[in-house]
């Protein structure tokens, strides 16, 4: 299947993921909303949503045979959950600026927040029913306070005296709860496809706000480094692509590196049966 801006490529919204798919015929009875969206001259995305619910609804009712998904952002998280747990559903995995900690946790690294999480349901042990069952694993538990606190520490000594970083507006109580929901991950089975962006030319600039920014990107550039020596580390045949002067949204400030990666990937792909 090739991806052209003269065709009108059939979609699957899971979430903001989206899945390539070919047309299907069959009914699906399922519960799930469909929408026909308009996002270039001739391109049309038939978006169907059955929620987070992809490994009960999606693969099975709409009779899809190991199609390849692709996911841009926070939908890694998504892709790495069927990458992980039915590895057996897809023919390979598409992550566009996708493979941050939420699709693959940094084993020699740790990641705080994911960490944070952890620790957060390991003491839960404390104040759920612990009068009636004991502590399940203290050792893990004792680990990853004192695996917290070395993070915690990395970042106050990162974060030094920049100003506080403003709250996105875009952190609606929805995104949040993903977010929260994190699960950690740490390799996947499946083939996958990662692309990163390599960010613009670096901030420069005397004034203080400018200074702030030029040292947050530094941060931002070592993270994300650190993440792709993680996937190079971890999952060793992921197939890793590195865009340079590209943005976050880089199926939009690099469509034609992104659609002449994402055919070549899946050329090496085994037919579907």
Not at 95 to 123: C, M, S, T
Not at 186 to 215: E, K, R
Not at 225 to 240: D, G, Y
Request: negative net charge; charged residues 20%.
């Amino acid at each position: 299947m090739r991806f052209r801006r003269t065709h009108c490529v059939r979609f699957v919204l899971l979430f903001f993921l989206v899945v390539a798919l070919h047309a299907q015929e069959k009914i699906d009875s399922s519960p799930h909303t469909i929408q026909m969206v308009s996002v270039g001259k001739g391109v049309s995305l038939e978006v169907l949503d059955w929620g987070r619910h992809w490994q009960t609804a999606g693969s099975a009712n709409l009779h899809l045979n190991k199609p390849v998904i692709a996911g841009h952002s926070i939908a890694g998280e998504e892709l790495s959950y069927i990458g992980s747990h039915h590895p057996e559903k897809v023919a390979g995995l598409i992550y566009l600026e996708a493979g941050y900690p939420y699709a693959l946790y940094d084993q020699a690294n740790g990641e705080l927040e994911l960490d944070a999480i952890e620790l957060r349901k390991q003491l839960r042990q404390f104040t759920n029913g612990y009068a009636q069952e004991p502590v399940k694993d203290y050792d893990e538990l004792i680990a990853n306070l004192e695996r917290v606190e070395r993070e915690a520490k990395k970042h106050q000594q990162d974060m030094g005296n920049l100003p506080p970083t403003p709250v996105s507006p875009r952190m609606t109580p929805g995104l949040f709860a993903i977010m929260e929901g994190r699960e950690t991950f740490t390799t996947i089975h499946v083939p996958a496809l990662v692309i990163f962006a390599i960010d613009p030319s670096p901030i420069s600039g005397d004034d203080p706000q400018a200074h702030a920014q030029a040292v947050r990107q530094a941060l931002m550039i070592r993270d994300k480094n650190l993440q792709i020596a993680a996937w190079k580390r971890q999952v060793p045949s992921a197939h890793m692509v590195l865009i340079p002067h590209a943005t976050h949204y880089v199926f939009k400030s690099n469509e034609a590196d992104v659609l002449r990666e994402m055919n070549n990937f899946i050329a090496t792909l085994p037919a579907a049966k």
